[in-house]
């Protein structure tokens, strides 16, 4: 059996960072998806994370960045306080990559780039090239 899930999509808001009480860390966000087929639809997952991921995209992710997520499906329910069962299905992240990068502090971003020439070519010569 397998349960593994790979998306690709933007972050709908900031992810809610909050911690268990014997202070295990963990976020939540939901990531916008697009459908690749017929009417250009888009699924809002919710998206779980735990430990250093959590504080990770707590600290680097925000409202709109594009952002891939590793992980598995899990379905979870509990009674509400009318005493409905409600049914939750998210996906656990073990692992999120950062796909856009953020707006660094107190600087211009192209300076920490040393291949970044604002689109201009770069003069590189046959013989610098390992190949």
């Keep these: 059996m397998l349960n593994r899930v790979i998306l690709i ?34 699924d809002f997952i919710p998206i779980v994370t735990w430990r250093q991921t959590a504080e990770a995209c707590a600290n ?38 950062f796909l856009e990068r953020g707006e660094q502090q107190g600087g211009n971003r192209n300076d920490s780039d040393p291949f970044n020439d604002n689109g201009k070519p770069i003069d590189i010569s046959d013989d610098d090239l390992p190949f």
Excluded: C, H, M, W
């Excluded at 939540?28 to 459908?35: E, M, P």
């Design 60 to 97: 680097y992710l925000r409202k709109g960045r594009l952002a891939a997520v590793e992980g598995r499906i899990q379905v979870r329910n509990y009674e509400n306080n009318e005493g409905n069962r409600v049914y939750v299905t998210e996906v656990i992240a073990d692992n999120v990559r």
């Design 9 to 42: 999509g933007r972050l709908t808001r900031d992810p809610e960072l909050r911690y268990t009480p014997n202070g295990t860390a963990t976020a939540s966000f939901n990531l916008a998806v697009d459908r690749p087929f017929g009417d250009k639809e888009t």
